[in-house]
């Protein structure tokens, strides 16, 4: 704990004089402060009102707040104690301000009123009467230590409430990405697909023409699982969505509606690139454990902006794309398209 006292504006003032302070500092730090050394921190000095608000201001900001303000009333030129205790205040709501006055300034109600509040404001009369010091030095420091017991306990329960918080929103955030995505392939589902669709289709829309909608199936994918296994057609279907990814890059999206059936979206100007790679990735052969697996495919497509085309919504486009892969099937497995 420290605590970070500060004053002296009563040096400065014509009447008053040095000494006066001298002895308070002495009875609060110097002679005995068995009681303060250990939470005294740092003691800052300042000449005027304006530059103990600035003071406290930039203590805040450097995240060392001062625990204790002393300030005397009278202080020319610039702004008077009880001004600079307005704001200080205002700056610092918890802060403990005392006031220093000579009995003739001693009005505590009336500066208590200019000063907002009558909490933690505490008057020190001049001359000092050093029992009255030791008084309010113990006051002090016994409120700041526990302030900063208070504060340090509020801190830790605000920092496990921040950790309890970050992990429900990383748990909310995996639960949520676990409900869009296939397990599997690790690409976006039909609810990822629905959800992204948009996306794309609204950033395709300022290029002239909306989303396109591409499917993809495997021909007579049973057999691979009938002939190499379940573990093998698995490994092809994770094979196949490599490369459906690499094929659409930053042009879209692919996804697995399931089985052996994927979906490609992407913005309509890069349709025919992006069905050109696709149709390319059959090229390279597909290894597994050093099967060359026999893999062919078909594909429908619903192009947005054809003609009769453009603006139509996500639900037409899997229409026009499930027939446009019926198609293909019927004809004898190959790509098709309304
Ligand atoms: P076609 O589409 O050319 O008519 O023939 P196909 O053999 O691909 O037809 P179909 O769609 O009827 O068969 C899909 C098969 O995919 C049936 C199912 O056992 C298999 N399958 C579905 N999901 C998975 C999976 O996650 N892993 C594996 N290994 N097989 C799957």
Redesign the pocket.
């Known amino acids: 704990a420290y605590c970070r006292i500060f004053s002296d504006l009563v040096a400065q003032t014509a009447d008053d004089g040095a000494s006066d302070y001298d002895a308070l500092s002495a009875d609060l730090f110097g002679d005995a402060p068995e009681h303060a050394a250990a939470v005294i921190d740092e003691i800052v000095t300042c000449r005027q009102g304006e530059e103990a608000v600035e003071a406290v201001r930039a203590a805040k900001a450097a995240g060392k707040p001062f625990g204790v303000v002393f300030l005397d009333v009278r202080m020319p030129p610039g702004i008077d104690g009880v001004e600079a205790a307005r704001q200080i205040r205002a700056l610092e709501p918890v802060i403990n301000i005392v006031i220093v006055t000579g009995y003739s300034d001693h009005r505590p109600t009336e500066i208590a009123s200019k000063v907002g509040t009558v909490d933690r404001l505490f008057y020190l009369v001049k001359p000092f009467d050093a029992d009255e010091v030791r008084q309010m030095a113990t006051t002090l420091v016994n409120r700041w230590t526990s302030d900063s017991r208070i504060a340090g306990e509020l801190a830790a329960q605000v920092a496990a409430l921040e950790t309890l918080n970050e992990a429900l929103r990383a748990s909310e955030a995996s639960a949520h990405d676990a409900a869009r995505r296939d397990p599997?392939t690790r690409l976006l589902n039909r609810t990822g697909l629905r959800e992204h669709f948009d996306s794309v289709d609204r950033q395709a829309r300022d290029n002239g023409a909306g989303a396109s909608l591409l499917y993809l199936?495997?021909?007579?994918?049973?057999?691979?699982?009938d002939t190499y296994g379940?573990?093998?057609?698995?490994r092809?279907?994770c094979e196949v969505a490599r490369r459906l990814s690499n094929a659409v890059a930053q042009d879209g999206f692919a996804a697995r509606l399931?089985?052996?059936?994927f979906a490609i979206v992407c913005g309509s100007p890069r349709l025919d690139a992006v069905l050109g790679r696709i149709l390319a990735m059959a090229d390279e052969p597909f290894l597994t454990d050093g099967h060359v697996l026999p893999v062919s495919f078909?594909v429908g497509y619903s192009r947005g902006g054809d003609e009769g085309g453009g603006g139509i919504d996500l639900q037409e486009h899997m229409r026009r794309a499930d027939v446009a892969l019926y198609v293909a099937?019927e004809a004898g497995?190959g790509v098709a398209r309304p």
């Open positions: 599997l199936d495997l021909d007579r994918f049973k057999r691979v699982n379940h573990g093998i057609g698995d092809l279907i399931g089985g052996d059936e078909s099937k497995r």
